[in-house]
């Protein structure tokens, strides 16, 4: 029998077992690994069978929606979404005149329009700063007013989401740079700007948020000539400004700290001065890598300010819980504050994700 004549066997392919590939395979290394891992599965399945369906059926399925009598929740098994319809307007913009509440959801509006054009690459140039001081000025010609036609608001009656945004984005705004100073300043070689720096951080990071509002709402007044007053609002934006600086300034101060020490020789090799060097080498670094830490601190400056409460500025929280002394509708708390921690939970995951894609989009040079 020759070469020629010898059959050709086909050889079919076999898969590989089912509990090696694919989701089974998955479920086994991951989920029932070992036996703590097996059992904290099994626990977290059973939470999910025993407490997500009442959580549907009380949200959404038995819930009151629409326009009604608080008798018909009352009767109702499930949430009183029908509160909401009814004092969305109070929790939103507090105590701002009804008939010009148009002009805060306007506000509203560029303020989450501002924030969306910031992200947008092309437009990261001196361009945005024009951008964001004519938004700043229209949103303030909207909400004071007294110019061209537009009632004059005072800002005692400010209130609700626009109160919060305004204090976490002018405080986050101006801090950051300032945060950048004192940063520059802990690590500088002098020995006045640098126990001037770490006074500052130590002192304000030393002692909570709620004292500084009180400082700044009761000593500020103390302090100005007779006659002069400072608004209450601005007061306590004082004081977060002051707040989120000191804590932005030590994490920059870490960024700084991670840049290689080999990054300051060759700017140096260059001939390059202080300011030059930190701008166009050691900063853009350093603020890259501590975006984690930044956002996470920006997330932080804006659930406190709902601590402005116990000064009497009408916050989201305030207006919350304003609209919860309506005797008819006061059992619903869990409705309103479930509302109120939704917005929070939409505005700071948001900002959470863009600066996840922020990063993978500064980092991609790094990673070729």
Same mark, same amino acid.
């Given at each position: 029998?020759? @070469? !020629? ?51 549907? $059926?009380?949200?959404?399925? !038995? @819930? ?6 608080? !008798?018909?929740c009352?009767a ?9 319809r ?6 939103? #913009? ?10 805060? #959801? ?36 909207l ?18 989401? %626009? ?25 500088? $070689? ?28 009761? %000593?500020? &007044? ?14 306590a ?22 840049? &290689? ?34 956002? $996470?601190? #920006? ?8 601590l ?5 500025? #009408? ?7 304003a609209?919860? $002394? ?18 929070y ?24």
């Amino acid at each position: 029998m020759t @070469a !020629d004549t010898i059959p050709e066997k086909k050889i079919t392919a076999e898969r590989p077992p089912a509990a090696t590939i694919g989701p089974i395979a998955w479920i086994r290394a991951n989920l029932f690994n070992t036996w703590y891992n097996a059992l904290l599965t099994v626990l977290i399945l059973w939470g999910i069978v025993s407490w997500v369906p009442p959580l549907v $059926n009380w949200a959404f399925i !038995d @819930a009151v929606w629409g326009r009604v009598s608080p !008798d018909v929740c009352r009767a109702a098994e499930g949430a009183c979404w029908a509160f909401i319809r009814e004092k969305y307007r109070l929790i939103l #913009f507090g105590t701002y005149p009804y008939e010009q509440q148009w002009r805060p #959801f306007v506000s509203i509006l560029l303020f989450v329009t501002l924030v969306g054009v910031s992200g947008y690459r092309r437009l990261w140039s001196r361009v945005l700063v024009y951008i964001w001081a004519g938004a700043m000025l229209a949103i303030c010609t909207l909400m004071w007013g007294g110019v061209l036609g537009l009632p004059l608001v005072e800002t005692r009656l400010w209130g609700g989401l %626009m109160i919060t945004l305004v204090l976490a984005v002018f405080g986050c705004g101006v801090a950051f740079p300032i945060a950048v100073l004192l940063a520059l300043g802990r690590r500088s $070689n002098l020995p006045i700007i640098r126990a001037i720096s770490v006074t500052y951080v130590e002192l304000i990071r030393g002692v909570p948020l709620v004292t500084l509002l009180f400082m700044a709402s009761v %000593m500020i &007044p103390l302090f100005l000539p007779e006659g002069m007053n400072i608004n209450k609002l601005l007061r306590a934006q004082i004081a977060i400004i002051m707040f989120a600086a000191a804590y932005l300034a030590e994490v920059v101060r870490g960024g700084l700290q991670a840049i &290689p020490k080999g990054q300051y020789e060759a700017a140096d090799a260059l001939g390059l001065g202080y300011w030059q060097k930190m701008r166009l080498i050691i900063l853009p670094q350093a603020l890259k890598i501590s975006i984690p830490s930044t956002v $996470n601190s #920006f997330l932080s400056t804006l659930k406190d300010t709902s601590l402005v409460v116990i000064i009497g500025i #009408f916050d989201l929280m305030l207006a919350t819980r304003a609209a919860l $002394n309506d005797a008819p509708w006061r059992t619903y708390f869990a409705e309103a504050y479930v509302f109120a921690a939704l917005i929070y939970f939409v505005i700071c995951f948001s900002i959470s994700r863009y600066s996840q894609w922020l990063e993978r989009y500064l980092g991609r040079s790094a990673h070729r």
